[in-house]
């Protein structure tokens, strides 16, 4: 099991989270993962990541599989102009590679937002650490372990 795997269970273990780790073959996009777990598009919860300009620190985004982050809209709410994030900054923050950064387990603490679009299933989807690891969660208990704040940024 690899370290960043290791990670996000023991966070989910610690939280007292149901531990349902699910290994598929492609989940590199969330079409992909949403038809290797059999759920709606917006169930899967998107990790994004971009660097804060001002502070030069990673700031997370957990938007539903359908949906974009508006960068104007994800500006505001950070209170700052966001750039792109690359991949050094990500796995400084968060301890994860592109493509499997999961939403809790992180290295360090990082500011989110949650798009309120997961509120309207019982379950949604997130990377588990790595491309081909998805684990199930409640919408409430990823804003309750990430501090996710529920916020506008989609476009």
Do not use: Y
């Amino acid at each position: 099991m690899s370290k960043s795997l290791k990670r996000v269970r023991a966070a989910l273990e610690a939280a007292g989270a149901p531990i349902d780790i699910r290994e598929v073959d492609k989940a590199r996009t969330a079409a992909e993962a949403a038809e290797a777990v059999g759920c709606h598009l917006d169930q899967i919860a998107k990790s994004i990541i971009f660097r804060a300009e001002d502070s030069d620190a990673a700031v997370l985004f957990l938007t539903a599989g359908g949906n974009r982050v508006d960068g104007d809209k994800a500006s505001a709410l950070a209170g700052e102009p966001l750039g792109k994030a690359d991949a050094t900054l990500i796995r400084a923050q968060t301890g994860f590679a592109i493509g499997g950064v999961s939403p809790v387990g992180h290295l360090n603490p990082i500011r989110a937002w949650l798009d309120p679009r997961f509120l309207d299933f019982d379950v949604v989807w997130a990377a588990a650490g790595t491309p081909r690891h998805l684990f199930p969660i409640a919408p409430d208990l990823l804003v309750r372990l990430t501090g996710a704040v529920q916020a506008d940024f989609v476009g």
